[in-house]
């Protein structure tokens, strides 16, 4: 937030105005960017009062709840697929990336998390002139390494947004979000997961949201 508390109270309050609105229509709020999302959960309570925000998962905070509406995929052996969570979500919040595994159990996939530290990023950190050699050190001493690891490749995955802009621009690498990994699943006919190599993508994908 760089200190400017009161900015971030205004973009915070109209946030949160946004998700009371889009939850009383009665619709599952679920975000897609773990720091973002359990920013809502820490953070914006602080600022704006408990009861201030509803309840926003994350997508296997809510898959993992309705398991039992999910395609059985299960088979053995299962194939072996990797995850490095977002650094935010992986101390804020263990238990819910653990309940990645149990998403992809479902859809066979036995998937291992990755020890690992901060990808150097952290969101706007890594992005700022001053702080982008610390950045790459950051990397080079944690997920730089993990990369490198040529048995990884094709088969490892990230849920932050900063992680995978990290990698794709000092690793050279494109690291799908699960959720991806696990739509090509089903696109393959529930037979067969494809390896996508992972190197620096022609297209890209755009995500909007206030940063706050």
Known sequence: MLGLLHRFRRTASRNAALLRALAETGVDLVGLE??????????????????????????????????DELPDLQSEPRRTWKLLPHCTERTNAPGATSDWTKVARRFGLELEIVASGCCGMAGLYGHEVANRQTSESIY???????????????RISATGYSCRCQTKLLGG????????????????GYTDLPSR?????????????EDA
């Open 173 to 188: 690498v494109r690291l799908d979000h699960p959720l991806q990994v696990l739509l090509r699943l089903l696109k393959a």
């Open 140 to 154: 080079a001493i944690s997920w730089g390494p993990i990369l490198e690891d040529l048995s990884h490749l094709g």
């Open 197 to 209: 190599p992972q190197v620096p993508a022609t297209d890209s994908i755009a995500v909007h949201h």
């Open 34 to 67: 773990p720091s973002m999302t359990l920013a809502y959960r820490s953070e914006y309570p602080k600022a704006l009062g408990a009861d201030a925000v509803p309840q926003v998962d994350l997508p296997q905070e809510w898959l993992v709840r309705r398991l």
